[in-house]
């Protein structure tokens, strides 16, 4: 019977890709500072590391991300003004990034991929047990993914990924997993890994979505991974290597809601879902969604 795992308190959120599905919008904006209704996605992802326990999380950034510490940090003349006109309400969401976690920053100088930029975090975490956060993808707060593949972790210790189906004709977008199904329900044991397979040479439909939790023992298998698809150092290639070598490793099949800003079809989607969801926004905006649907039928006919 495995030892109970340490308990995770530091999250590594990587973000200092360059955003170019975004172009020219992000040639000066980083790409996680998109507003998602009224918050930017980057807050989403922290909030969501911070509801999972992790106080400590460090962001990897790069060239251009100075707007992402900015928002995490005070802005103490908006905040004085925002106190002279007594709007609390106002105060209080600008207050609210600034409190959240004990963020540090540290950047990645060069564009190596996935599992560079989870180097790079090495001296931060040290020896313990860690989360990765993509902050691409947004896992709403009612489907708790992360506390999810914790008590997989407590069961089986090593590492644990999420995975999620997806249509077949998308799995070469993403790193493919093969499972062993034999423990039931959504805790699978992983075989083998695929970063973007070939079309039609994927093991699987389950994709490898932006949520890690890992053993510190990935960093000295990153140091020895040679660089994958792409050029880059792939983070699935590490894991594929923990696999090969009997380390444990294992995954949660997600089937909660997911939204993937960094894709801008799926990012319009995810903001028109959030804010129809919003008390102090929804019902109008639904009765106007609805009506912009109906002019836009009649148009059609």
Not at 185 to 193: A, F, Q, S
Not at 286 to 299: G, H, P, Q, S, T
Request: aromatic share 6%.
């Amino acid at each position: 019977m495995n030892s109970t795992p340490r308990r995770i308190t530091k999250a590594v959120i990587p973000a200092a890709g360059l955003g170019t599905r975004f172009l020219p919008l992000t040639k000066a904006t980083p790409k996680e500072m998109l507003p998602v209704v009224d918050k930017p996605a980057i807050q989403y992802v922290v909030e969501e590391a911070v509801a999972a326990g992790m106080s400590d999380i460090l962001m990897v950034t790069g060239r251009n991300k100075r707007p992402l510490e900015d928002h995490f940090d005070r802005n103490y003349e908006l905040e004085e003004a925002l106190k002279r006109r007594g709007d609390q309400d106002k105060l209080r969401s600008v207050c609210a990034s600034t409190e959240l976690a004990d963020i540090h920053y540290v950047r990645q100088r060069d564009p190596k991929g996935l599992g560079h930029a989870v180097l790079c975090a090495a001296p931060h975490v040290g020896q313990e047990p860690f989360a990765v956060l993509l902050a691409d993808d947004l896992i709403d707060p009612r489907d708790p993914l992360l506390a999810r593949m914790a008590e997989v972790r407590e069961r089986f210790g090593g590492s644990v990924v999420a995975l999620m189906e997806v249509e077949p004709q998308a799995i070469h977008l993403y790193g493919c997993a093969a499972v062993d199904r034999s423990a039931g329900g959504d805790g699978v044991r992983i075989t083998e890994l695929v970063e973007k397979p070939e079309p039609g040479t994927a093991p699987s439909n389950l994709a490898v979505i932006g949520r890690y939790l890992l053993d510190p023992e990935i960093f000295e298998v990153l140091r020895n991974t040679a660089p994958g698809r792409g050029g880059e150092i792939q983070l699935t290639d590490a894991l594929r290597a923990l696999v090969r070598a009997g380390r444990p490793v294992h995954g949660v099949v997600f089937s909660g809601r997911r939204y993937d800003t960094g894709d801008r079809a799926e990012y319009l989607r995810a903001t028109v879902r959030l804010a129809c969801e919003r008390e102090d926004l929804g019902p109008e905006f639904l009765a106007w969604l609805r009506e912009f649907v109906r002019a836009e039928e009649l148009v059609g006919v």
